[in-house]
């Protein structure tokens, strides 16, 4: 709570960097399935084997993005989860949205 009431950069740069992806995924071609703060949805990738293709590919590459498939969601509407932070910089997010449209595209 401390660092609610002292770091109030933390949020805004949050912000930002959410506002940043949006526009790097529109220009790197990814579909988003929501407009919230956070967490970020991408998809869906209808084949869950595809999707963890993906997964571990983007694992290996550095990037920790969740998985979302059945059970937790309807058969047919897997996706990526991508949870940002204020200490990730825009060439990371950049880089980041690049390798998911590689991905996706070439998986």
Same mark, same amino acid.
């Given at each position: ?11 805004? #740069?949050?912000?930002?960097? @959410? !506002? ?8 790197? $071609?990814?579909?988003? /399935? ?25 694992? #290996?590459?550095?990037?920790? @993005? !969740? ?8 058969? $047919?509407?897997?996706? /990526? ?27």
């Amino acid at each position: 709570m401390e660092l609610v009431k002292t770091e109030s950069w933390r949020r805004e #740069k949050l912000f930002k960097n @959410i !506002a940043f992806f949006y526009k790097q995924a529109e220009l790197s $071609g990814l579909e988003l /399935l929501n407009k919230a703060e956070t967490p970020l949805m991408l998809g869906p990738i209808k084949d869950n084997f595809k999707l963890m293709q993906i997964h571990y590919s983007l694992k #290996k590459q550095g990037f920790w @993005i !969740a998985a979302i498939r059945e059970p937790t969601i309807p058969k $047919g509407s897997a996706r /990526l989860r991508i949870s940002l932070n204020a200490l990730h910089t825009a060439e990371q997010i950049k880089n980041l949205t690049k390798v998911i449209a590689y991905e996706i595209k070439n998986c």
